[in-house]
Structure formats: C-alpha cells, structure tokens
C-alpha cells in the first residue's frame, strides 16, 4: 500500500500543471483579427491573466507564464472569425484558399526546463462541401504524436480530448490541420510543467518496477 501511494505522490509531483485556453477573443469579447498585440506579444504568449495585451483566455487552474504561441500556414497565415464553423464563436481558421492543402499550424513552445503538454480543443467545419479534414499533433522533432481524420461537424463540434494520451508532451508541440480555410478551431487548452528532475524519474523508474514485481507474483 505504501508502494502505491509512493507512485501516486510521484505521478502527482510529475503532472501538476496549470492550463490555458485559447478562445481567440479580444478584451471587448469580439474576433481576433491579428495575433500580434500592440506590446509584441502574440495570443498565446505567456498568459498569466484572463485578460492580458487585450486578448481574452481560458483559465484551467492557473496559467502558462513559460510557454509562447506561433502561427504559420502554407497559403497564408490563419486569422481569427465569428461565428459559421458549427455552433464555435470566435475561432481560429486557415483563411486563404478553399481549394489545396492549405494547412495552418499553431505551435506551442516551452522555455528552458518546461514542458508544454496539449489538453483538448475544439473543431467544426464551414457549411458546403467540405473535404476531410486531418488534425496533427507533432513534436518537437516534428514528428506525428497522435491525429484525427475524418469530416468535421457543421452544426455543433467535436472535442478532441489529448489529455489521458501521456506522450502529448514536449518541450514544444505543433497542431496542423488540413484544409483550414474549411476547418477550424476553438477552446484549445495547453499547459506547462517542469521537466522532470532525475531524482523523480528514477523514484517513478522504483515505483513502476515495483508494480511489475508484485503483478508477477500474484
């Protein structure tokens, strides 16, 4: 019993965080039309308030003072909109062309000694033809960590849940979403941890051995 509560201390002391939602409203509760503040600071960056450089944000149990936001697209760089993707307001889209790839990318990095780990968000799609649509999740090496395919809804949303899939962490992490000009997004919640001291892992490294000890012999 002491085992296991050893595991849970040392899980717990791992994964605290404190978490950001990115809803894409400026102060005055209106869309975004540039991610740029006036002060430099991009949406995203930062954020250590609800209302900071006259954007507006989620907070999930505290804030991400160590982590900055970018964006960047193939055709174009994506903006802000209203309302039309689903039931989302305020979101984030690929803008540019309807036609082509078209992927925008919203990439996440942590300072030295922190870790960004992805939460959820939310996608819809515009109303018409769409195409199908691909999510991914890289890392910092840029490689896939986890993606979603298929049609988007064009009345309600999806939610995207990441957060019971452990390895959506890095010390920076990119969503790509295909086809953007159709496809967007709302509500993306990230959060930053340290990364872990070796004392820690090792304690984890005891702890999992442990287990593995005590299912063998029973």
Sequence with gaps: MKRVSLIAFAFAAVTSAQATVLIFETSSGGSITS??????EGYGDRVTATTQDGFNYGLASG?????VVDY???SSNPQGYGTGYGDLSNVIWGSGSSVGENIYRIKFTADAGWLVRLRRLDAAA?????PSSTIRILNSANQELTSFSGLLPQSGHLTIDYSLISTVVDTSLTIEVSQGWWHALDNIEFSQEPVPEPAT????GLAAAGLAARRRKS
């Design 35 to 40: 991610f740029t503040a006036p002060s430099g």
């Design 63 to 67: 804030a991400t003072a160590n982590v």
């Design 72 to 74: 960047s697209g193939t």
């Design 126 to 130: 515009w109303p018409g033809g769409q």
């Design 201 to 204: 892992m090792a304690i984890l």
